[in-house]
């Protein structure tokens, strides 16, 4: 499957200019896009969550190599050195909402979000499982 590219801030500007409410121009809005967006990577660089309103929180994490799994402890000299993680913890209202899409496209047959299709591997495991028929067919990129 071909790699999409996230919403930009460009992209977003016009969503939003787009808008019936908005009172905005686009330029103005982009700007306070990449302010605050400038602003989310500082404080995730410096180690603070960001909460994004109706869309959940970033937590960034701080990883250390415990030694499982046949891979030796973090050393200094050694290797596998401390390294960072985010988690993304979505808010429970969009968990929902997402989830009631997903099923009712499935119930009409668009098996995945409208930019996020199955892949073929879900696809498999889906039928096999008995939640989409045999002969369902994985949706062509536009």
Same mark, same amino acid.
């Given at each position: 499957?071909?790699? $999409?590219?996230?919403?930009? !801030?460009?992209?977003? !500007?016009?969503?939003?200019?787009? /808008? ?14 990449? @302010?605050? @967006? ?13 909460? *994004? ?5 970033? *937590? ?10 046949? #891979? ?13 993680? #985010?988690?993304? /913890?979505? &808010?429970?209202?969009?968990?929902? !909402? @997402?989830?009631?899409? =997903?099923?009712?496209?499935?119930? &009409?047959?668009?098996?995945? =979000? +409208? ?9 498999? *495991? ?5 939640? *989409?028929?045999?002969? !369902?067919? $994985?949706?062509? +990129?536009?």
């Amino acid at each position: 499957m071909a790699r $999409i590219r996230g919403l930009t !801030a460009n992209q977003m !500007a016009k969503r939003i200019c787009d /808008r019936k409410d908005n009172v905005y121009d686009k330029k103005i809005i982009e700007n306070i896009l990449n @302010m605050y @967006m400038d602003e989310c990577r500082k404080a995730l660089l410096s180690g603070e969550r960001v909460q *994004i309103s109706k869309v959940g929180t970033i *937590i960034p994490e701080l990883k250390v190599h415990e030694g499982n799994f046949n #891979l030796s402890i973090c050393n200094k000299d050694g290797g596998n050195p401390p390294y960072t993680k #985010l988690r993304i /913890r979505r &808010n429970n209202v969009l968990g929902n !909402a @997402m989830n009631k899409i =997903l099923v009712e496209n499935m119930e &009409n047959g668009i098996y995945g =979000l +409208e930019k996020l299709p199955f892949s073929r591997q879900q696809m498999d *495991i889906l039928k096999k499982s008995g939640f *989409i028929p045999e002969d !369902a067919k $994985i949706r062509k +990129e536009e």
